[in-house]
């Protein structure tokens, strides 16, 4: 019976309740990068909000390191946001933008592929508990609240395992993207990929039994999927995250022009941010309001067999869309953009030179062409070996909303 409930739990507002939800007014409503207009739109709106994938707090899972949390309530708010934006990546790269989920109806392979990489497992790509650990190299136990900075650094190191979705993540540095280096990391770091099987082929995943064992996880599920074969490709599509503080307690409002201007951009993929403390994942906007997703819910655990479709009504959020004035934006946020092609980049490019750098006195960020000289020369990122026993648990509850983000304040 509990399982039922939570099935429905998130249906319980009806569809048509979005429309009471959404401002009556004449300005444009953009989702990462589509324009849609409340008055002659709003279906296809919805159904743009509502295709997006949703994950939020869940419990019952098995335990984090074999003896940790099984729920991550309270703690992983940030992680699962971190999940949404990847995961907008990955439907960019297998579905296309355009692509519209449809509640009970069939969908691709690649789709239920894709959510097989997120599920609530220790053998799944980006998992609760792969982040989790991965984050204790980041300097973060087990439990502990995270920020949009460390999630992008460890969603970096996660995708470097992942050879099915062979993504290049790069994560700014010093609040300035370089073109150089981001070319280097999509060209070189394909030459090197070795496609397997799985959803997420993941063939060397080094976990916390590793450390004590030697011995190595077992492959991504899936495996009975037709696994799709992968040529090299000129250009590893690209997810960009920049990790920015647009102000010091508070976001400054020379910042939120281009802020919007960053979710009119084909290649958006939302933005990580939040309050203090609880972490949103935004989508877009519309006049001064900031639309997102919330993973304040706690939903049962999906368990679903290896090679099997999976249970996807709790991964969309059918609810009201919340909005929040950007004025209460915290200043970290993480922007996150997708480049499927070299093309798709060098448009991005052109688009942030015209739209954000050269009308804005005070920049977001920098984009410069050459790697700067006063910088450690940039080396490709390769798969790190994780060495945790998972149980750099927090002592107490008093950590579980800390967050000493690491950023250079932009200038104000």
């Not at 019976?1 to 507002?13: D, R, T």
């Not at 980006?126 to 999630?151: C, D, F, L, R």
Request: net charge negative; proline share 6%; hydrophobic share 35%.
């Amino acid at each position: 019976m509990e399982a039922v409930l939570a099935k429905y739990e998130n249906q319980i507002n009806v569809f048509s309740e979005y429309l009471e939800d959404l401002p009556d007014t004449d300005e444009p409503v953009w989702i990462l990068g589509e324009c849609y207009s409340v008055k002659t739109g709003k279906s296809e709106l919805l159904s743009d909000v509502r295709s997006r994938l949703w994950f939020t707090y869940r419990k019952k899972f098995s335990p984090i390191g074999g003896t940790g949390p099984s729920s991550d309530t309270g703690w992983g708010c940030m992680l699962r946001c971190g999940q949404m934006i990847l995961a907008q990546a990955l439907v960019c790269r297998h579905l296309g933008r355009e692509w519209r989920w449809v509640g009970e109806g069939t969908q691709p392979v690649e789709y239920h592929r894709i959510l097989h990489c997120f599920l609530d497992r220790k053998d799944s790509c980006y998992s609760i508990h792969q982040m989790a650990q991965m984050g204790v190299g980041e300097g973060k136990s087990v439990g502990e609240w995270y920020g949009p900075n460390t999630v992008a650094q460890v969603l970096k190191k996660l995708a470097l395992f992942d050879d099915w979705n062979s993504l290049a993540v790069y994560v700014s540095m010093d609040n300035t993207v370089v073109i150089e280096d981001i070319k280097k990391q999509c060209h070189q770091a394909n030459q090197e990929a070795k496609p397997r099987a799985g959803p997420c082929a993941w063939g060397e995943v080094y976990t916390s039994d590793e450390s004590l064992s030697g011995q190595r996880q077992a492959p991504c599920p899936l495996s009975h999927f037709h696994a799709t074969s992968q040529q090299p490709l000129d250009w590893r599509p690209l997810l960009l995250l920049i990790p920015l503080r647009m102000g010091i307690n508070d976001i400054n409002p020379v910042y939120i022009q281009a802020l919007k201007e960053c979710f009119k951009m084909p290649q958006s993929c939302g933005v990580l941010g939040g309050k203090p403390n609880l972490a949103y994942y935004f989508i877009g906007f519309v006049d001064d309001e900031l639309i997102y997703l919330d993973p304040h819910t706690t939903q049962l655990a999906v368990d679903s067999e290896t090679g099997s479709t999976v249970d996807d009504q709790s991964y969309h959020c059918q609810r009201n869309p919340r909005r929040m004035k950007i004025t209460s934006l915290d200043p970290s946020v993480a922007l996150g953009f997708f480049c499927k092609s070299e093309e798709d980049f060098d448009s991005w490019c052109n688009l942030v030179q015209q739209e954000i750098l050269k009308k804005r006195n005070l920049r977001m960020f920098e984009l410069v062409e050459k790697h700067p000289s006063h910088w450690p020369p940039f080396i490709t990122p390769t798969k790190p070996e994780v060495q945790t026993t998972g149980a750099e648990f927090i002592e107490s509850t008093d950590k579980l909303f800390e967050s000493e983000e690491e950023f250079e304040i932009l200038n104000v």
